[in-house]
């Protein structure tokens, strides 16, 4: 089952916050953030596991919420450099099953 | 330290045709995994390795679709025949870990274009 994200695209100037949702249908055992840029390759941002502690990488952060079965990506201060289409994967049930990716969030940081 | 390395980075083949793409993962990574990303589209699991085994290949079209990964190592992805709708990226990535609760490494994958 796909996860939904949203917002589907969103446009920011630098400094500006954004939020990126990812929701299933599904119980959830943990949800991995990555980014792509244009034509390249998916990088990793962090993994939130069940039970687990909401994670960080630089200026950006993410929840996890078990009950609602959703995660949120955070970037506060946004700069140029975070423009892309961000990508939740989403691990169900008890664990150690293939990751189902969301359709991605497009975010274009401008000047 | 190198990433996952692709080849060839664009493939343009006519239908029918076969085609084949390969992949080094990171030095040391003993799982490897092959997706695909159509435009528009996160990337989707087509099978996944422990070494030399397969051990995740249900999505994997069997039909058309073959995959092997000899040594633990390297890895190469065939389709025989391709038909249109095999036009997207082919990603390859990998990771330390045995289960996908693992940060997974990506390569710039193999753009499929069938004609």
């Known amino acids: 089952q796909q996860p939904v994200q949203s917002p589907q695209a969103v446009i920011l100037r630098e400094g500006e916050d954004a939020v990126i949702n990812c929701s299933s249908s599904k119980a959830l055992y943990s949800v991995h953030w990555y980014r792509q840029k244009h034509g390249e390759a998916p990088v990793f941002l962090m993994i939130?596991?069940?039970?687990?502690e909401q994670m960080r990488h630089e200026k950006i952060s993410a929840s996890f919420n078990e009950k609602k079965q959703q995660s949120s990506l955070y970037l506060t201060a946004s700069q140029l450099s975070y423009s892309g289409t961000y990508f939740c994967g989403t691990e169900m049930g008890l664990g150690n099953t293939p990751l189902v990716f969301g359709k991605g969030t497009r975010l274009s940081v401008i000047a | 330290e190198a990433g996952v390395v692709q080849s060839p980075r664009y493939k343009i083949i006519e239908k029918k045709q076969p085609v084949a793409f390969w992949c080094n993962p990171i030095s040391g990574h003993n799982t490897l995994y092959w997706y695909l990303q159509n435009l528009g589209q996160g990337p989707e699991l087509l099978i996944r390795y422990e070494n030399e085994e397969a051990v995740d290949d249900s999505q994997l079209p069997k039909d058309r679709f073959s995959a092997e990964r000899l040594k633990g190592v390297d890895s190469t992805l065939k389709i025989q025949p391709a038909e249109l709708g095999d036009s997207a990226v082919y990603l390859c990535?990998?990771?330390?870990?045995?289960?996908?609760?693992?940060?997974?490494?990506f390569g710039p994958g193999t753009r499929l274009t069938v004609l």
């Open positions: 990535a990998s990771s330390l870990g045995a289960d996908y609760s693992n940060e997974q490494f």
């Open positions: 939130l596991l069940k039970g687990g």
